[in-house]
């Protein structure tokens, strides 16, 4: 049961590199999420997708795109990195097409430094 | 919009000892709520959850009720373990549309010493 795995688990970047978060899941959910997380901030949600073909903003999106290749994977780009951007991102996943608590399954994380 | 309050950390607790995190939060609708909880080097995981008004979540010995009247959900152990030490966040989502997208606390962290 792999449930959502993400690539690469540490990164360094200079700034102004570019570079692709990968994610993917194999429980056929329908909505996929990317988050990061900084110390005493809790999580921020970056973008999501609800559905195949589509993608919206969250609270923290300037700076990054996002691609729902399929209903599988969600990925998350990094065009121009900035230290501001060092974080720990993390993708998740949910089945938000039933009624009831939509429970999020969070893959191990990708740390992230910008020097 | 929808926020969440937790109490802040850290806590350091003795094994055996209770716990309370404390967990306020402020929605325009009727969410459900969650405890999650991260473990060193992991993502996040479901603890417990709970969907309406006085409801019990539990797992693992932890619970937390949903007190709609002053908008809480504590979580609670009575004998925490060393196994414990983690980071706890509590969460809310909306029963609308993108239902998944979940407002998060900051996170307390919990260290359990022998």
């Known amino acids: 049961n792999a449930g959502v795995t993400q690539t690469p688990k540490f990164q360094v970047l200079k700034t102004g590199q570019s570079m692709t978060l990968q994610c993917a899941q194999d429980m056929n959910h329908n909505s996929m999420y990317w988050y990061r997380q900084d110390p005493g901030m809790g999580l921020r949600l970056i973008y999501y997708s609800a559905s195949e073909g589509t993608t919206d903003k969250g609270e923290v999106p300037n700076g990054y795109n996002v691609s729902r290749l399929n209903k599988r994977e969600f990925s998350l780009r990094l065009e121009s990195a900035a230290p501001s951007q060092t974080s720990v991102y993390f993708c998740a996943s949910t089945d938000d097409r039933t009624s009831g608590a939509n429970v999020l399954t969070f893959g191990a994380g990708s740390r992230l430094t910008v020097l | 919009g929808d926020s969440v309050t937790q109490m802040e950390g850290p806590v350091t607790l003795s094994e055996e000892a209770f716990l309370t995190i404390n967990c306020t939060y402020t929605?325009?609708?009727?969410?459900?709520l969650f405890w999650y909880v991260q473990y060193p080097g992991e993502g996040l995981q479901l603890l417990l959850k709970?969907?309406?008004?006085?409801d019990k979540g539990s797992n693992k010995g932890f619970e937390a009720t949903y007190r709609k009247e002053t908008t809480s959900f504590h979580l609670e152990k009575g004998s925490v373990q060393v196994s414990d030490s983690a980071v706890y966040f509590c969460a809310l989502s909306d029963r609308g549309t993108n239902a998944g997208k979940s407002t998060f606390g900051d996170g307390t962290t919990l260290t359990v010493k022998p």
């Open positions: 709970a969907t309406k008004a006085d």
């Open positions: 929605a325009t609708g009727y969410p459900s």
